[in-house]
């Protein structure tokens, strides 16, 4: 293959990604009798379009696949077949070997699985053995079959920039001629003078005639990639009318204006050819979007974060300075400050997806396992719309497909256990995103039988966890995520190996996360996750200890004070505590607890919670509050307990930043030991 059509294989992977999530999207639509006529027609529009990229880039496994689901696709919208359960688990395993096929491309290995398999489930379909229809959209009006024509005419008016989008009309004209006889009527009055002549314009238009043999799909296909890049009108009704109507119509096209509204009074209607693509590609303005490399963004993102560090250095000589110029400069500094947060949270709204990335692959996760199980569920998400850096919304797909898996296998009931307990007989996963202050919270929830708190008790004494004496029912339910926990009584493909809940609360606690989980006996359970929007830029409290200085996340921080001799308690059992407002919180000492001496009692507590506990951290004095640039401390040098990373300050000194759920589970740890 030419180096030339290389360096496309990018965009195509990509488009073909998209592509193959419309899809799965669109089928479980049609399969939940929420799609239409125009659903399946977006699915074929994909496929052919991962065909014709696969074909061009010689990638021939993927198009012998597409082509096959293309036809039954083709077969489907026509109204030539119904839509069964065969075909429709045929279609949605297709997905699945083209997302093998297409990663194994794009990796240059051989793939797993060639597609034989599927082609041949696919051809099974086709030959009729799929015999089990079910109704395409329940409440839907069904996809209208269309009557034979004794002949087509086309009014094709290329848009002169077509040229520039890579495509050429003679192509498509010659691809209809296979079609059949096609007679072909050229318009050059748009043509300029030769002086005058780009050739990278087109202004060419024609009148295309095919008889009515020839399949009205195919006719659609010729034009499936320039659908917005031309005017186009099909007209099929068979008679000399048409050829009338289509020329009145191609009159009416002109290559310098976009297409009218309406068709001419005395024009038969036109087929209309519906293109997402279309609406996208044609939008200009606001929903003007351009494809960039990751790597570029994540550049511009590190670049931001030095000059957040040389702004910090800025403004801290700047306090230093006296004189008439002092004004002026802080002036300055301050506009400079202004402007570099500004810069910041544009830079990082760059990276920030919608949560509809993640929760985009649970309708098919829920479909498919709950037919394992035997079980009827139903999924709702809420938020899709709520953004996080692509960064975390990567790492936290993975963490939460276990929980939802979790909630199927563990909370929801069959449908017999939920119609005896008086429960509507379909079970229901609710996912749920939304904004909270600087972080992002993230709610998995299902309405099953919810959590046994004498069992978990039971599995863990069993297992030699340590158990509080007289347990909350939050320090109960916090023995799932212990290492090798398991309430199953068999190990299946799905649970009973004790891995599991421990990683998922690992990696949402290497993303600087935390997550909590209630449960109300037979009403169901919920595992809340919160997470930073970004790992880049945080909001940061900086304390001295023992004559460091170290910066504490704001979003874990609920106050600060100057502790009462009398508030202050010793517990056998849990050490120093400190009474706020009739609550007793467990006290750490940051500079005993470091190694770095300090007075016995510090003159400064700082109330803080994560993973659903609060803690009074008790420091030498607070410095103020600044944004800070977080540098992996694991990565340069080694982990630390207590410690999520660090960042340099404004006189070029290194601070760490404190893991306020890290210094919690500490603390419960030393109490439970």
């Known amino acids: 293959m030419s180096a030339d059509l290389k360096r496309f294989h990018a965009t195509f992977f990509e488009e073909s990604r998209e592509g193959l999530e419309a899809m ?44 096959v689901l293309e036809t039954l696709l ?68 069904p996809i209208p079959a269309r009557r034979a024509s004794s002949r087509y005419v086309i009014a094709f008016a290329p848009k002169p920039s077509m040229f520039l989008s890579g495509n050429d009309p003679l192509r498509i004209i010659r691809e209809l001629a296979e079609l059949g006889p096609l007679e072909a009527v050229c318009d050059a009055s748009a043509l300029p003078e030769f002086g005058a002549l780009d050739p990278a ?65 005395s024009a038969a ?119 996080l850096d692509k960064g975390l919304i990567e790492k936290i797909s993975d963490p939460m497909v276990h929980l939802v898996r979790n909630a199927i296998d ?16 379909i079970g229901t996963i609710t996912l749920e995103a939304s904004h909270q202050g600087g972080n992002i919270i993230i709610e998995v929830s299902d309405d099953g039988k919810g959590l046994n708190r004498e069992r978990i008790l039971a599995k863990a004494r069993e297992k030699g966890i340590p158990v509080a004496d007289n347990p909350t029912d939050s320090d109960v339910w916090n023995l799932i995520f212990a290492p090798g926990f398991s309430t199953a009584d068999a190990v299946t493909d799905l649970s009973g190996r004790g891995v599991g809940m421990d990683v998922v609360r690992r990696n949402i606690q290497s993303l600087g996360g935390e997550s909590v989980l209630e449960s109300v006996a037979g009403k169901g359970t919920k595992v809340t996750i919160k997470l930073p929007l970004t790992l880049a830029i945080l909001d940061g409290m900086t304390v001295a200890v023992g004559g460091e200085v170290f910066v504490l996340p704001l979003g874990y921080v609920i106050e600060s004070m100057k502790p009462q001799a009398d508030s202050v308690r010793t517990v056998n059992g849990e050490g120093r505590v400190l009474k706020v407002r009739g609550e007793y919180l467990p006290m750490v ?82 109490q439970a030991a």
């Open 24 to 67: 799965e999207s669109g089928l479980l639509d049609l399969e939940g009798g929420r799609g239409s006529a125009d659903t399946i027609n977006s699915v074929f529009r994909a496929a052919h379009s991962i065909k014709g990229g696969s074909a061009t880039f010689g990638f021939t496994r993927v198009a012998e696949l597409t082509h």
């Open 74 to 141: 083709d077969e489907l919208r026509a109204d030539r077949r119904p839509l069964s359960a065969d075909a429709m688990d045929a279609m949605l395993a297709s997905v699945d070997v083209l997302r093998a096929l297409l990663k194994a491309d794009e990796q240059g290995v051989p793939a797993s699985d060639d597609g034989t398999g599927i082609v041949a489930k696919l051809n099974a379909v086709l030959t009729g053995k799929a015999t089990i229809a079910f109704s395409l959209a329940r409440g839907a009006p």
């Open 201 to 265: 314009q087109s202004y060419l238009k024609w009148t295309l005639t095919l008889p009515g043999s020839a399949a009205e799909a195919a006719i659609r296909d010729a034009f499936s990639w320039v659908e917005d890049e031309c005017d186009l009108s099909i007209n099929g009704d068979g008679g000399a009318d048409a050829a009338q109507a289509a020329a009145q119509a191609a009159s009416a096209l002109s290559v310098s204006e976009p297409p009218v509204s309406e068709p001419a009074a």
């Open 269 to 387: 209607p036109a087929i209309a050819m519906p293109s997402a693509a279309s609406a996208a590609a044609g939008s200009t303005g606001d929903d003007a979007s351009i494809r960039v490399q990751a790597s570029k963004v994540d550049m511009l993102i590190n670049l931001v974060g030095e000059l957040v560090i040389t702004q910090a250095m800025l403004k801290q000589v700047g306090g230093d300075v006296e004189g008439p110029l002092a004004e002026r400069l802080l002036a300055g500094l301050e506009t400079l400050e202004r402007n570099t947060r500004d810069l910041q949270e544009a830079v990082f709204s760059v990276r920030m997806l919608p949560m509809d990335a993640v929760f985009k692959r649970f309708p098919r996760l829920v479909r498919d396992l709950a037919g394992r199980l035997g079980k009827q569920v139903n999924l709702k998400t809420f938020g899709e719309s709520t953004e």
């Open 410 to 425: 563990h909370g929801i009931e069959t449908t017999e256990d939920r119609i005896a307990a008086g429960k509507n007989p």
């Open 589 to 670: 000492h940051l500079g005993r607890h470091f190694g770095l001496g300090g007075p016995q009692h510090s003159p400064i507590a700082i109330v803080v919670e994560g993973d659903g506990q609060k803690l009074a951290l008790e420091v030498d004095a607070l410095i103020g509050q600044q944004q800070v640039v977080v540098k992996s401390l694991e990565a340069n040098y080694r982990k630390i307990g207590g410690i999520s990373g660090a960042t340099i300050l404004g006189d070029g000194r290194v601070a760490l930043i404190l893991d306020v759920p890290g210094l919690v589970r500490g603390r419960l740890n030393v």
